[in-house]
C-alpha cells in the first residue's frame, strides 16, 4: 500500500515549518512493512500546491493522502480536520497571489468530507503530553485550500492534520511518534472500508 505525506516549506515568521519536520521524522520511522512511504514539501503557494497534489493523485494513486499543516494558534494541540471547504481563499500565499475568486475548484461542491472518520480517530487515540480535538474548518488559507484540492482529486481518501510550532515540549522527534500512532489510525481504517 502506497501512502503519501506532506507538510509545508517556509511562511510569515516561520522558517521552520513544524509540519515538514513532522512528516520527515515519521519518513524515518515508517509505518510498517507494508506501507511505503512517499514524501513531499508543498510551497505555501496555493497554485503550486494544488498542482503537485493533482501530480500526486495522478502518477502515484495512494491508498491515503495525509498532509500536515502548521496551526500557528496551537501550543499543544494536534487537529484532525475533518473536511475541506471550497471558497473564501482571500489571504495571500507566499507570492502574494490568492484562487481566482476566492475558490479551489470552480465546478466543485461546498465541501467535501474526508471518508476517515476524524471523530473516532480522537476517541480512539490519547498521546501524552498533547491534545488530540477534532475540527470541521481547516482555516481557509493553503492548509485548507490543499485538504479540499486533495479530497477533490482523491475521492475522498484525503486527511489532514494540523500540528503545534515547535517547542521545547513539542519537538520534531515528538510529533513524530504522535504522527506515526494516529496515521497507523487511519490506515486501519482505509483497511476496514476496503473490506
Not at 515568521?13 to 512511504?37: F, M, P, T
Request: hydrophobic share 35%; glycine share 8%; with cysteine.
Amino acid at each position: 500500500h502506497l501512502s503519501f505525506f506532506s507538510g509545508f516549506g517556509p511562511f510569515r515568521q516561520y522558517l521552520v515549518n513544524s509540519s515538514w519536520e513532522a512528516v520527515k521524522e515519521v519518513s524515518k520511522r515508517g509505518l510498517g512493512e507494508n506501507i511505503s512511504l512517499h514524501i513531499m514539501q508543498l510551497p505555501v503557494v496555493y497554485q503550486k500546491a494544488k498542482e503537485q497534489v493533482f501530480k500526486i493523485w495522478t502518477t502515484l494513486q495512494p491508498l491515503l493522502s495525509v498532509h500536515v499543516g502548521l496551526a500557528s494558534s496551537a501550543k499543544a494541540l494536534i487537529i484532525l480536520e475533518q473536511c475541506g471547504k471550497n471558497k473564501g481563499y482571500q489571504e495571500m500565499d507566499v507570492c502574494g497571489f490568492h484562487p481566482e475568486g476566492g475558490c479551489c475548484m470552480l465546478d466543485g461542491p461546498e465541501k467535501i468530507e474526508s471518508t476517515i472518520n476524524m471523530k473516532t480517530l480522537c476517541k480512539n487515540i490519547s498521546l501524552e503530553g498533547i491534545d488530540i480535538i477534532f475540527s470541521r474548518d481547516a482555516g481557509r488559507y493553503i492548509c485548507d485550500y490543499t485538504y479540499y484540492t486533495s479530497l477533490y482529486y482523491g475521492n475522498g481518501r484525503a486527511a489532514f492534520i494540523h500540528v503545534p510550532p515547535l517547542s521545547t515540549s513539542v519537538t520534531a522527534d515528538f510529533l513524530g511518534k504522535a504522527l506515526q500512532t494516529i496515521i497507523s489510525e487511519m490506515l486501519k481504517q482505509c483497511g476496514d472500508q476496503r473490506k
